[in-house]
């Protein structure tokens, strides 16, 4: 019913800058909070940003500054702008959606990869 796609992912170099989009559809509260986490190979998935219904936004201490997480109420749409990349960005991204009233969702991911 409630799907996530994300896109935008994608192989760049250190200092090198990439956007990720993150499409929901189906039916769901239009409270909630969108999210990116992330997740390197052996390790744990750990928040990125979020962003509430209402603009609150919310940022890992490793991305402040860098990264700016926008929203997009009508489109369904969560955004993360990532500038000024480093190697220890490379993860899987992950989309978030937690809906007012009902389970979080997940999107699939997508691969980022910052070469040094």
């Known amino acids: 019913q409630v799907q996530l796609v994300e896109s935008g992912g994608g192989l760049v170099q250190a200092g090198g800058s990439l956007r990720l989009s993150c499409a929901a559809s189906?039916?769901?509260?239009?409270?909630?909070?969108m999210g990116w986490y992330r997740q390197a190979p052996g390790k744990q998935r750990d928040l990125v940003a979020t962003?509430?219904?209402?603009?609150?936004?919310n940022y890992a201490d490793s991305v402040k500054g860098r990264f700016t997480i926008s929203r997009d109420n009508a489109k369904k749409t969560v955004l993360l702008q990532m500038n000024s990349l480093k190697p220890e960005d490379t993860a899987v991204y992950y989309c978030?959606?937690?809906?007012?009233?009902?389970?979080?969702?997940w999107g699939q991911g997508t691969q980022v990869t910052v070469s040094s």
């Open positions: 978030k959606l937690d809906p007012l009233g009902r389970r979080a969702y």
């Open positions: 189906g039916s769901f509260s239009s409270i909630n909070v």
């Open positions: 962003i509430t219904s209402s603009g609150s936004t």
